[in-house]
T-cell receptor, first 115, second 112 residues
């Protein structure tokens, strides 16, 4: 169990486009979901923490108007990269957790390339 | 800033050998977790060790935790080519509300 689906896996689009990424916990209800960004050969950088029915908590330096997070249900969180530019190109990964003290279960990531 | 520092940054071994990687952290933790990431994929959870535990096993994996030294190690025994991946430690800090701080990772290459 504990499967997290992330969609799409790859996006290539023009500068100025807004891109929505979905993260779904398929077989459990996630109290919290997290969104990360990863640059090549680097570790994961936490962008924001998302709880169902409340506003996301963003890490320092992450623009909330740029990276819109919606957590509509206990199984779905979305990240929208608004008016994306080439510097937003990266690997975005979500994770979901059942509850406190539990491991995070990760999606397979979305490779975003902005031309 | 990253909480965990891992070493080595890269490790190249042959099948059948053991691989050991270490993780150090700076502040108090609820638990420490190890994850594996294959190239271009998401992370797979390997082991979670709580702050009151000293050692944990899962198959060919052995994790130790020394809270006095604020360090942990991951041992992969009898490695296989399929173990080739990046390995990350992540700390669940006592005041972080479930957020994880990831280390820089160790890139392991196992050659047949």
């Amino acid at each position: 169990g504990a499967v997290v689906s992330q969609h799409p896996s790859r996006v290539i689009c023009k500068s100025g486009t807004s891109v929505k990424i979905e993260c779904r916990s398929l077989d459990f209800q996630a109290t919290t979901m997290f969104w990360y960004r990863q640059f090549p050969k680097q570790s994961l950088m936490l962008m924001a923490t998302s709880n169902e029915g409340s506003k996301a908590t963003y890490e320092q330096g992450v623009e909330k108007d740029k990276f819109l997070i919606n957590h509509a249900s206990l199984t779905l969180s979305t990240l929208t990269v608004t008016s994306a530019h080439p510097e937003d190109s990266s690997f975005y990964i979500c994770s979901a957790v059942r509850g406190g003290g539990q491991p995070q279960h990760f999606g397979d990531g979305t490779r975003l390339s902005i031309l | 800033s990253q909480q965990g520092e891992e070493d080595p940054q890269a490790l190249s071994i042959q099948e059948g050998e053991n691989a050991t990687m270490n993780c150090s952290y700076k502040t108090s933790i609820n638990n420490l977790q190890w994850y594996r990431q294959n190239s271009g994929r998401g992370l797979v959870h390997l082991i979670l060790i709580r702050s009151n535990e000293r050692e944990k096993h899962s198959g060919r994996l052995r994790v130790t935790l020394d809270t006095s030294k604020k360090s942990s190690s991951l041992l992969i025994t009898a490695s296989r080519a399929a173990d080739t991946a990046s390995y990350f430690c992540a700390t669940d800090l006592t005041d972080s509300w479930g957020k994880l701080q990831f280390g820089a990772g160790t890139q392991v290459v196992v050659t047949p």
